[in-house]
C-alpha cells in the first residue's frame, strides 16, 4: 500500500468554476478527513466520514462545498463556484477504525483561484 | 474552544544546536497531543503523539512532554541536523464519537543550516 492518494495535485481555475478533487484513502481504513490549510496556517478540518456516511461537517464546508464517499472507498470533494478565498491547499486523510488510530495525510491537492 | 497556540517561527538553528518549539493548548476534554512534521514537497507525517498526562512521546530524537498543569507539549531535540528542516505542526484531538478530528497549531518553519 503506498499510502493517501490525492489527485490532482495542483489545479488552477477561474473564479466561478466548479472543481472536484479526488482522495484515495488506505485501502483498510474505513474513516476519511478533509482538511484545508492556507498559506502560514495549520490543516483546518472540513468534514468527516466512517465507510460511506458523512457524519461531520465544519461550518468551513460552505453550501458551495459538497463531499462525498459513494462506496466508503474513495472520496471527492467539490467546489462549486469557486472564489479566491477558496484558494488552499485541501488535504485528505484517513484512519483505521478504533480509538487512537493515527491519521494518516495525503500529498493534498493545491487550488489556486484566479 | 478546543484550539493549540504554537511558537511563531520561523527558527533557524546551526546544525547540532538545541531545539524547542513551543506548544500550548486550550481544550474542552481530556486531549490527545501530537506533533506533525511536513517535509519540503512531502505530506504532513505523525512524528510523535502523547496520550495522557506526563506521558512522552519520542522518534527520531524528537521528544515532547504531555504537562497537564501547564497545558503543554513543547517539542524538543538536543542536536539537530540539516535533514530535520521541515514545518511542524503541534495538534490536539478529543476522543469522542464522531470525527476525533484534529487541531492544529499555526506550524513553525524550521531550517538548520550546516
Known amino acids: 500500500d503506498t499510502g493517501v492518494s490525492q489527485n490532482p495535485r495542483h489545479k488552477i481555475t477561474k473564479r466561478g468554476q466548479n472543481v472536484t478533487f479526488r482522495c484515495d484513502p488506505i485501502s483498510e481504513h474505513n474513516r476519511l478527513y478533509w482538511y484545508r490549510q492556507t498559506l502560514g496556517q495549520g490543516p483546518e478540518f472540513l468534514t468527516y466520514?466512517?465507510?460511506?456516511?458523512?457524519?461531520?461537517k465544519s461550518r468551513l464546508l460552505s453550501d458551495r462545498f459538497s463531499a462525498e464517499r459513494p462506496k466508503g472507498s474513495f472520496s471527492t470533494l467539490e467546489i462549486q463556484r469557486t472564489e479566491q478565498g477558496d484558494s488552499a491547499m485541501y488535504l485528505c486523510?484517513?484512519?483505521?477504525?478504533?480509538?487512537?488510530?493515527?491519521?494518516?495525510f495525503g500529498p493534498g491537492t493545491r487550488l489556486t483561484v484566479t | 474552544g478546543d484550539s493549540v497556540t504554537q511558537m511563531e517561527g520561523p527558527v533557524t538553528l546551526s546544525e547540532e544546536a538545541f531545539l524547542t518549539i513551543n506548544c500550548t493548548y486550550t481544550a474542552t476534554g481530556y486531549p490527545s497531543l501530537f506533533w506533525y512534521v511536513q517535509y519540503p514537497g512531502e505530506g504532513l507525517q505523525l512524528l510523535l503523539k502523547a496520550t495522557k498526562a506526563d506521558d512522552k512521546g519520542s522518534n527520531k530524537g524528537f521528544e515532547a512532554t504531555y504537562r497537564k498543569e501547564t497545558t503543554s507539549f513543547h517539542l524538543e531535540k538536543g542536536s539537530v541536523q540539516v535533514s530535520d528542516s521541515a514545518v511542524y505542526f503541534c495538534?490536539?484531538?478529543?476522543?469522542?464519537?464522531?470525527?476525533?478530528?484534529?487541531?492544529f497549531g499555526t506550524g513553525t518553519r524550521l531550517t538548520v543550516i550546516p
Open positions: 466520514f466512517q465507510n460511506e456516511a458523512q457524519l461531520e
Open positions: 486523510a484517513s484512519s483505521a477504525p478504533g480509538t487512537g488510530s493515527e491519521q494518516y
Open positions: 495538534a490536539l484531538k478529543i476522543e469522542k464519537t464522531g470525527a476525533n478530528n484534529l487541531f
